[in-house]
T-cell receptor, first 109, second 118 residues
Framework: GQNIDQPTEMTATEGAIVQINCTYQ??????LFWYQQHAGEAPTFLSY??LDGLEEKGRFSSFLSRSKGYSYLLLKELQMKDSASYLCASLDSNYQLIWGAGTKLIIKP | GAVVSQHPSWVICKSGTSVKIECRSLDFQATTMFWYRQFPKQSLMLMATSNEGSKATYEQGVEKDKFLINHASLTLSTLTVTSAHPEDSSFYIC??????????????FGPGTRLTVL
């Protein structure tokens, strides 16, 4: 079956660094997406990885290991506005997104 | 980036009525549009995949006669919730995939429509 696992909730302090992990098992693999979703809003694209390694984009970085079926999203210099849910999604062989349940990130001052 | 709009943003209706939600890609042509439903504190659930000019493909457990999808053009897809009931109250989100988006196959999301059925 297809499965995406990520922690339900994480808490971090403003200015700190947090890593949100995601493991996936899907029928085929055409890349791994991370989206940010604030409450009551649609998801917004953060990153896409299809090759192994780290992709850095400002304060956010995303890592992929295809052999391990593992990805993480790294957020640096956390700001209060980063409080949101972070969704991991794998693109399967049919180019369909398989979504994780999301990780709710709580930032404390 | 590409922009997808949804209309209406929110709607309140009485039980038994039908509601139509529009999803438009504003600055690109979308071969495929996706309709998702999201209940509070849950992840996105794909309802159906809509390809322009053909019938939508519904996910298991989604009633095609209740959730009518029409993808009339490369920039417009509509979802009609027929005979809505309170349990249909949810956040409905569409996304669109560009015809030519290179290796990305990125989906661009609309802002969502919050449906409340009384």
């Amino acid at each position: 079956g297809q499965n995406i696992d990520q922690p339900t909730e994480m808490t971090a302090t403003e200015g700190a660094i947090v890593q949100i992990n995601c493991t996936y098992q899907t029928s085929g693999f055409n890349g791994l997406f991370w989206y940010q979703q604030h409450a009551g809003e649609a998801p917004t694209f953060l990153s896409y990885n299809v090759l192994d390694g780290l992709e850095e984009k400002g304060r956010f970085s995303s890592f992929l290991s295809r052999s391990k079926g593992y990805s993480y999203l790294l957020l640096k210099e956390l700001q209060m506005k980063d409080s949101a849910s972070y969704l991991c999604a794998s693109l399967d062989s049919n180019y369909q997104l398989i979504w994780g349940a999301g990780t709710k990130l709580i930032i404390k001052p | 980036g590409a922009v997808v709009s949804q209309h209406p943003s929110w709607v309140i209706c009485k039980s038994g009525t039908s509601v139509k939600i529009e999803c438009r890609s504003l600055d690109f042509q979308a071969t495929t549009m996706f309709w998702y439903r999201q209940f509070p504190k849950q992840s996105l659930m794909l309802m159906a995949t809509s390809n322009e000019g053909s019938k939508a493909t519904y996910e298991q457990g989604v009633e095609k006669d209740k959730f009518l999808i029409n993808h009339a053009s490369l920039t417009l897809s509509t979802l009609t919730v027929t005979s809505a009931h309170p349990e249909d109250s949810s956040f409905y989100i569409c996304s669109a995939r560009e015809i030519s988006s290179g290796d990305y196959n990125e989906q661009f999301f609309g802002p969502g429509t919050r449906l409340t059925v009384l």
